[in-house]
């Protein structure tokens, strides 16, 4: 009961303090369903939820786990509509947010070869992260020029979203504590619901964040936070390192716990780590220590160039793997920017060692898959102005730049919005008949397909929308929710295949049947954007263009351990296809299976 702070060191077991917490608050009688352990990633958040649900077992099912995103995605959909949002609101990620600045600055006749796109979405989103929305802005700019035009910019932008009934990532938090100052009652039911809140790597919250848990926890202030003040890197994504440093003066009752016992690394590597952060002004005193023993001593080496950095590295560990001290995957490298790993990789081909860069591609940036995105947003959320636009000429029909202008101004002279005026395209008195006539099938498509929303499942849909755009096959698609080792064997085979064949993979999400729903689709989406975070996932092969497609064959592709796919004749579900999706491979025309 009541405040408590965690200092926990690097490797003290802290996300193990968390869970067992959690089923310690269970035993002392504490109902599932008022337990909430927030996290920072979908990862984590994956790996709390795995570890809670095999130490606690029955009724793990009604604890809270989630991101601080994802649970702000959950409580904005049942009651955004009282800040006069639509609930079938769209989330929007990076590109989008650029394309709608790209906009805004036209509109505001801002130079972006002087003030660039991504600096103004800098400014705003660390406003948002302040929680200081465009009115607090505008009168914080006062006397200075520069500050008032972003101020112009910060509520143009807002009110561009507001009519594409849109959040960014900073707006879900932002809106969620909006939402809880705004409505008391909404507040107290969540309150109520969550009375014992526990928020993992406490120390990269930023004031939004703080805010959003002081209101949740402000009932009964059973708030256990869990975080190192030293391991703090976030501050340029808006990190505020005094929520953990001030925690006490927040809550003056709180009770303080330090971990310090590290179960990862040698005293020798403690060693040199302590030695390096006491240097740093403003931090809670601690000292990492272990039981192991002192280990190797740190070995630094200086190189003239850093060919002959990747040179030595890559020497070192073949030498490990030769003399069977290491495989290949106890070692790791480590660095500071993406551009550093090219001369890295180009020494690890010379000296045949198999390699994997964690982070990479994301899969949802492609243009067929953000095509195909914006289709389902279109049908879920027709105000969503910035994907119908992106999809109106996707197959080409003939309708261009001119026309998207015509249109966006009859729209914006009678208040409504950009579908709502292609599906009045006959009345708007600047357009042709000819041209009116171009778009009327797009509408009657998404007409039909809306229509259709009721009594068709995600994947349906997604098919028939599939059809529509250039450029896209289908291999196939894993179509049970199971996920474990077997969705993890089948994305790690398609990429694979994919290099194999100078493919481009992209993903699809198909989620367990009972929340098989656009809106869930669409959270998946936008919060899941790299291929090793998605739990469910199959694997749809797109072809770089569409002339390819004559000149190209695979015949034969292999599934190493198909079995693995295959679900649990005994009734177990742990498996990504069923005995018909098997059959249906096996019955593809030119698709041989080993």
Known sequence: ?????????????????????????????????????????????????????????????????????????????????????????????????????????????????????????????????????????????????????????????????????????????????????????????????????????????????????????????????????????????????????????????????????????????????????????????????????????????????????????????????????????????????????RLLEERFVRENIPYKIVGGVNFYARKEIKDLLSYLKTIDNAQDDLAVKRIINVPKRGIGATTIAKVQDYADENMMSFYAALKMADEIPTLSKATATKIRPFVTFIQTLRSKLPYISLEQLMDEIRAKIPGITTLFICASAAGGTGSGMLAATARIVAAEFNITVCVVVVLPDESENFQSFANTVELFKELEQLDCIGAVFVLDNAKRQDKMKINEIFFAHLDAFLANENGGDYGCLDRSEINKLLETPGMAVI
Not at 208 to 223: D, G
Not at 244 to 265: G, M, T
Request: net charge neutral; glycine share 4%; hydrophobic share 35%.
């Open 1 to 341: 009961e009541g405040p408590l702070l965690l200092l926990a060191g690097a490797g003290s077991g802290k996300t193990r303090v968390l869970t067992h917490r959690i089923a310690y608050l269970m035993d002392q009688g504490v109902n599932p369903y008022h337990i909430m352990a927030i996290t920072f990633t979908n990862k984590a958040a994956k790996e709390m939820r795995e570890r809670v649900d095999d130490l606690v077992g029955f009724g793990s099912e009604s604890i809270w786990v989630s991101t601080f995103h994802s649970s702000c995605v959950r409580i904005l959909r049942r009651y955004i509509d009282r800040l006069g949002y639509d609930n079938r609101f769209t989330i929007y990620d990076t590109d989008d947010q650029k394309t709608i600045m790209k906009e805004v600055c036209k509109r505001l006749q801002i130079d972006t070869k002087q003030t660039k796109e991504r600096a103004l979405l800098n400014v705003i989103s660390s406003a948002k992260n302040e929680l200081i929305s465009p009115e607090e802005f505008t009168l914080r700019a006062a006397g200075d020029y520069a500050k008032q035009k972003q101020a112009q910019v910060y509520r143009e932008y807002q009110q561009t979203l507001k009519k594409n009934n849109a959040l960014d990532f900073d707006d879900l938090i932002m809106k969620c504590v909006e939402l809880f100052k705004a409505d008391p009652e909404v507040l107290d039911s969540y309150q109520e619901r969550l009375r014992y809140i526990m928020v993992d790597e406490y120390q990269d919250t930023n004031t939004a964040q703080f805010e959003l848990v002081r209101l949740l926890a402000s009932k009964y202030r059973n708030l256990c936070v869990v975080g190192d003040d030293d391991q703090s890197i976030y501050k340029f994504r808006g990190a505020n390192i005094h929520n953990i440093l001030n925690f006490e003066q927040y809550f003056p009752d709180a009770k303080v716990i330090k971990l310090e016992e590290n179960y990862r690394s040698t005293q020798n590597i403690l060693d040199a780590a302590n030695a390096v952060i006491q240097n740093n002004v403003g931090r809670k005193s601690k000292a990492l220590w272990t039981q192991k023993d002192a280990g190797d001593k740190i070995e630094c080496r200086d190189f003239d160039t850093a060919f002959d950095e990747a040179e030595y590295i890559a020497h070192s560990i073949n030498s490990f793997v030769r003399k069977g001290t290491f495989s290949y995957g106890d070692s790791a490298v480590l660095y500071r920017t993406n551009a550093q790993s």
